[in-house]
């Protein structure tokens, strides 16, 4: 037994330095100058720079990119920064590649050319013109769906025609077909919407186009009216925009009829996880503000039902939807309708109760300031109720807890105030707990008696 054992790792040891030769033979197979100098490997897709010089694509544009003018090797200002295809020497790699199969070497696939700063700059001429042309609509469309389609292609395509302002021109764009909101144009304008977001984050610039009133009643008609793509493309991009945090944008919406309705609808019947966070943090940085634009949000968006959608939501969802709810829920607690509406919800302080220290540090934030706006603020006859209920389901075990294990300044305030709230009434809660059950031992002895 002992000597098969033996044979048998004797024989996996060689195989296995066999397989090391093997793979050691291959790569001293590959002829030089179809290694890229900067890698060391072979090249997947060789580009000549002005010197002369061929290099694979992505390790020369790494090494350009990150700030390098000269030519690696011979250390030459460089001409040009754009790379030209050596398709010479991909072909014979390519041959190589076949020749060498048995070998294990796999053939490198053609390239596709990455488009060129001049190829873009003609594209944009071309959607600029169009759009100022009622008659190069067609064209126009087709254009855009060309740029998308170049766009993800690669990173290094999207970047090309980030650089070159495609966000701006196709916003602007945007703003023009906005302004008149015809049916007609409806086509053009999803496909505008769709490249949008693959360009994604957007400049300053861009965004400031997006908010414009025009534009964001064309966002908000495509997220009632829309197909479930454009309702998407559409909700990514109002975030993008109230991001910036302008009361301004706040109000032009509040004014947009059906707005603040299709937001709440996302969330209510949600097209996808992405879509619901988009929708989540939108609505997140139009009630989070102490700016009278916001307290109306708030109230409509309280009107609409969100407290106890956010709750129910709460109850069973991702960590960063769940951040995002309680974030929401916080800055709708704000409002006196909020709390309100907040309070008299059966499920609001065991949901808030349950996500201390199991979701993380945020939600836990979260929660706290929730909980210290419904019971800390909360001077009427309802706190007690409301402090009995936290007793029960564990609040005063839960936030000891936190201050124990830590948290940020802030929090551990709000905790500390809680949790001597609580301990006010957690004597009373144990007496009057002691009296039902002796009231309740007494009747059964009284019927056993009987």
Known sequence: MISTWRKRRASRTSNTKKQIEEKSMELMMIPSHFKCPISLDLMKDPVTLSTGITYDRVSIETWIESGNQTCPITKKVLKSLEPIPNHTMRKMIQEWCVENKDHGIERIPTPRIPVTSSEVTEILRKVESCCKSQQGLESGRELVMKMRKMIKESMRNKRCFVTNGAGKILSSTLLVFSEKLSVGDSETMEEILSTLTILLPLDGESKSILG?????????????????????????????????????????????????????????????????????LTIYHMVNSSQLSNEKARSKFVDLGLVELLIETLVDCEKSICEKALGILSGLCNSEKGRKRANSYALTIPVLIKKLLRVSDMATEFSVSILWKLIGKNEKKDNVVLINEALQVGAFQKLLLLLQVGCSENTKEKASELLKLLNLHRDKLVEASLFVTNQAIKLVREDQKL
């Not at 937001?263 to 019947?269: A, D, G, N, S, T």
């Open 212 to 280: 414009s009133k025009s534009s964001l009643n064309c966002m908000i008609w495509f997220l009632k009216c829309g197909s479930l793509s454009s309702r998407r493309n559409s909700v990514f991009l109002l975030k993008e925009v109230m991001r910036m945090e302008e009361m301004w944008r706040v109000e032009e919406l509040l004014k947009i009829d059906g707005a603040l309705e299709s937001l709440v609808k996302l969330v209510k019947e949600p097209i996808c996880p992405t879509t619901t966070k988009a929708s989540l």
